[in-house]
């Protein structure tokens, strides 16, 4: 059996919002992402609030039945910060990196960093999906998405961003 070599994805992006860091932050949950991702659907494994927090753990489905886990690693609302691991079982693992700052006039921007491993050569061939053009494709979707909420407080439609 040869050695496994695990590729790794990086990819950086910066968002800007409709509404301040105070307002935007709180949707950056599990519970809340359901009021305005498209076909955002999860499962909550643990947590103290019933909502994000340091060591929070749910999961989503994936269209084969399995499920990919995530946890909440880093959680500092005072300072607008939140990071996630997601792991999708003998595929990837995902660290995803939120930092909201403040942006004139009444706006955020948010810098999403995502460091995608593989953990096996399927999910070395996984990771070869996972371009610039992709990742910024949606990246836009969510910002989106997201203002089309904090504008109107509904759900858009369809962005195809997932």
Known sequence: MGEFLAKRVVHHF?????APPEKVFPLLSPVR????????HYRM??????DAELGCVFATPNPD????TWIVTAYDPANYRIEFVW???GLVATQIEIALSPAPPGKS???VRYTYTALSEPGNGVLERY????????????ERSLNHYLHTGQMIASTGWQ
């Open 109 to 111: 921007r948010a810098g």
């Open 131 to 142: 371009t610039r053009t992709w990742f910024e494709r949606k990246m836009r979707g969510w």
């Open 14 to 18: 910066v968002q800007t919002y409709d």
């Open 87 to 89: 792991i999708d079982p």
């Open 45 to 50: 494994i643990y947590s103290e609030s019933g």
């Open 65 to 68: 039945d399995t499920e990919t």
């Open 33 to 40: 992402e359901a009021d305005w991702v498209p076909g955002w």
